[in-house]
């Protein structure tokens, strides 16, 4: 089974997706976290991405695309994955159905997760204290909740014309909103 997370910044994509890897068997594919690990790895896509990254602003097509082709089939993510972050355009959207058409797999569901902007700020303020990421200050957030705004609007439409659209409260507690998240999967399967 093959879902996507969909939400803004501090909407807790990335703290679910790893709670429903356990419960699913699946692999959570975050390009967030596969861009600050070649960051922390001091390669040059890193060092190319970092500046585009710390102004919350988009990365291109081509490298997120590249690194979803080389993890999407990979052993472990055969029962499926968890796109955390992935797709942001239209052409990302449309390279993720080919790359999942020619493993023979198809997308469940795409799960809008939904907050309101003041409980973001607070989640990033909170997240930046603990995790230190360089693109959770107030500044970049903004640039990264306008981003949001904007390319959820050229994603979103894509996936409700296809019916995969569902939509989930995420200003809830960590556990009611996995419940939520489960009760969809558990009805797909
Ligand atoms: P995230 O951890 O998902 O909030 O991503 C952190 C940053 O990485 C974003 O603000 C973008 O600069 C970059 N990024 C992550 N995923 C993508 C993507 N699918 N397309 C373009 N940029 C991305």
């Known amino acids: 089974m093959d879902i996507i997370l969909f939400g803004p910044p501090g909407a807790g994509k990335g703290t679910q ?3 429903l890897e356990d419960k699913y ?3 959570q594919l975050s390009t967030g976290d596969m861009l600050r690990a070649q960051i922390a790895a001091g390669t ?6 970092k500046s585009v990254m710390d102004a919350g ?6 490298i997120v695309i590249g690194m979803i082709k080389a993890t999407i089939n990979t052993a472990e ?3 499926g994955a968890i796109f955390d972050g992935f797709p942001r355009t239209e052409a990302q959207a449309i390279a993720l159905d080919n790359m999942l058409e020619s493993c023979d797999r198809s997308l469940a569901v795409v799960i809008e997760m939904q907050v ?7 989640r990033i303020v909170k997240r930046a204290e603990i995790e230190g990421r360089s693109d959770d200050n107030v500044e970049a957030f903004k640039n990264r909740l306008a981003a949001y705004r904007s390319y959820s609007a050229e994603v979103l439409p894509y996936y409700k014309a296809k019916n995969l659209h569902q939509l989930v409260d995420g200003a809830r507690g960590i556990d009611d909103v996995t419940i939520n998240l489960c009760q969809i999967l558990d009805d797909l399967s």
């Open 25 to 27: 068997g699946l692999k």
């Open 44 to 49: 040059d896509l890193g060092l190319k991405a």
């Open 116 to 122: 309101a902007d003041e409980e973001l700020v607070e």
């Open 57 to 62: 602003e988009l990365v291109s097509d081509e």
């Open 17 to 19: 997706a790893k709670i």
């Open 77 to 79: 993510a055969q029962k």
